[in-house]
Each structure stands twice: as structure tokens, then as C-alpha cells.
């Protein structure tokens, strides 16, 4: 179960952040994709300071470790179809943000910043060492951003599926309907999820059960179902996804995002993106070609940040494309991994012959 966004904020122009592929395509599954038990119980819980914990699953050996971040409203599972196949050659982790999925409660607020903050201290302790390949979906692309500023020493490489943009909201808004204009800021200020709330959780008889715990995703098993469903209605679950979205669409972690460097040298930066956008009930083929068009210079302009940057058009694909078509990111990791791992062994070779006795560690 992932959360259906409010079919407004298609319509509106605001790119859906996670939202089950059935929502986009009408067609479920008839066959769970993911059934995974390892996603139905905490894997390992990891303190990151003060007692809180966030849930790390870890698999596999061989640098670089490759870390991937999920977008809004989803947890680690939203890397079940891409971890396993990295994982055979790589150390890799994925994680459930703090009040998502089985991690602690929040007890900040759900900024990029303090996501890279509780990933970092989580891999510290854990002993997963740089230098890491980081991988973010949608709001996880504008974190993984956050996370290569801060630590540009302990990344070599960086694959964003068709990830958030800190400057989504202002310029998709010169594009919008009237109608989408009167709704535009409803994502970042709706609190109806958390008036929702009674006993710590949100009970399956609320009206707003749908709308803010969700529905059974076809993409899962029935186990898997069961636990998301459980924990989504929960207090910390709703506070933290309530929180994620206000500094999101209310501007803190897009000014995080927006005040990272510009150039991050020869890095490869491997941005996957969807395309053409689908047709949309109420969108005229023009305002969605336009939209198109748009979102296609956001991920250019984060793929310019690099020059080993591309920007790759995913076709037959919505938004979830680690989802729809999972062997174009495992492709894509591979393509970063392989860069990285030539650049290394010509920075070897340099050093080697300027320096002959010395070996670059």
C-alpha cells in the first residue's frame, strides 16, 4: 500500500510525488510483483541519536555502497525490484524515513536535510563506509543532493529517478488552469489527515481512512498489505508524511535543495525521466505537452551539474519508474558504477606515475 495522492494535485500540475502505477494506469496487477517478508517486519533498527531509530535493510558486499532514498509517502520498499539485482555485486541499503514505515517517530521536522542527517549517522553505525553511489526517487532525488553536497568526499556518483525539483511549484504555477491555481498550496497546507486522528491512529471507519492510510496495492502481497495498511494509519506515520509535505511544498527543503552546490565536477549524475506525460482527465494535450516539456528542464538542469551528466527519457512509464520499470534503474546504477569505477582507475594511474612508490588509498 502506498498512499493515492489527491487526483487534484495531478490536475493541478504538481507533479504526484509516490502514488500506486494502478492509479495512473487503471490496469492492477494480477499478480503481486512483490512479496519479499522482509517487508512486513523491521529489518534492522539503527539509533541515530537520542534513542531514535530508523530502519536500515542492508544486503549484499562490494564498494561502492550504493544507497537509495525513496520519494514522498514511501518507505524501502519502493526499492524491492531494484535492490536484489544491485545487492549481487554491491554493498546496498535502503531505508524508512523517520516516521515512515518501521522507523521511530520523527521528532524533527521532515526536511531533506534532517533525512541526509539520520541516513548518514545510520551508515556510521552500521559500518557501511564510503565512498557511496546514492539513488533517490522523486522528493528522495532532491535528498540525495542534499546528501552529495554535504558530503561530496563520500560520493562518486549519483542516479535520480525522475526526481523532485525545489523549483517544481513556482514554475509548473505559471502553467496551471485557473482551477488548479485555486488548490495550488492544498498539498503543503491540508492538516485533515492529522484531524483525523483518534487513540494515536486513524480508524478504517474514518470517511478519511482512504484518502489519508490508502487502499491494498495489487504491486503487493497480502502480509505486505496487512503491515503498511496497519502502520500508515498511525500517528507517526501521518505526522511524519504531514510534515515531509509542508516543508516540501512550504519551502524548507527546497531551499535546502536550491542552496547546494551547482557543479558537482565529473561525477556521474544519471537522471531517468518520464515521458511524454499521459493524458489527464480535464488537460488539454497542450497544457500537458507544456508540462511535459517542463519537467523534461528540470532533470536537464540537474544533469548539466555534472559533465558525465545525462538525462535519460523513460518511456511507458509514470512517475513510479522504479516501479514500471525497474530494469532501467538497475541499468542506470550500473552505467554510474561503471564510470565511477573508471575514474578511479585512471586517478590510479595518474597518481602511479607521478608518483610511482605511492599507491592512492
Sequence with gaps: MIKTILAASWAIGSLVLTAPASAFTGQPSTKPLITDSVYTKPYRLVDVGGGRRINLYCRG???????????????????????????????????????????????????????????????????????????????GGMAVRVFADRYRDEVVGMVIVDGAHEDQSTRLKTIATPEALAHWDDEGTDTSCMDALKDGEIPKESPLYKKCVGEPDPRFSKAINDVMLEYSAKAKYQVATTSEMHNFWGGASADETRATRRDFGDMPIIVLTHAPHAPAKGITQQLQDQRTVMWEQFQNEVAAMSTHGVNEIVPRSTHLINYDRPEIVIDAIHQALAIAAE???????????????????
Design 343 to 361: 575514474q578511479r582507475a585512471q586517478r590510479v594511474a595518474t597518481k602511479h606515475a607521478a608518483h610511482p612508490s605511492e599507491a592512492l588509498p
Design 61 to 139: 558486499t562490494g564498494s561502492p555502497a550504493v544507497i537509495f532514498s525513496a520519494g514522498g509517502y514511501d518507505s524501502s520498499i519502493a526499492w524491492a525490484l531494484v535492490q536484489p539485482a544491485i545487492s549481487k555485486t554491491n554493498t546496498t541499503c535502503s531505508y524508512d524515513r523517520a516516521g515512515m514505515g518501521f522507523s521511530d517517530a520523527a521528532t524533527r521536522p521532515g526536511t531533506s536535510a534532517n533525512d541526509v542527517d539520520d541516513i548518514h549517522k545510520a551508515l556510521q553505525a552500521s559500518h557501511i563506509k564510503p565512498p557511496y553511489l546514492l539513488v533517490g526517487h522523486s522528493m
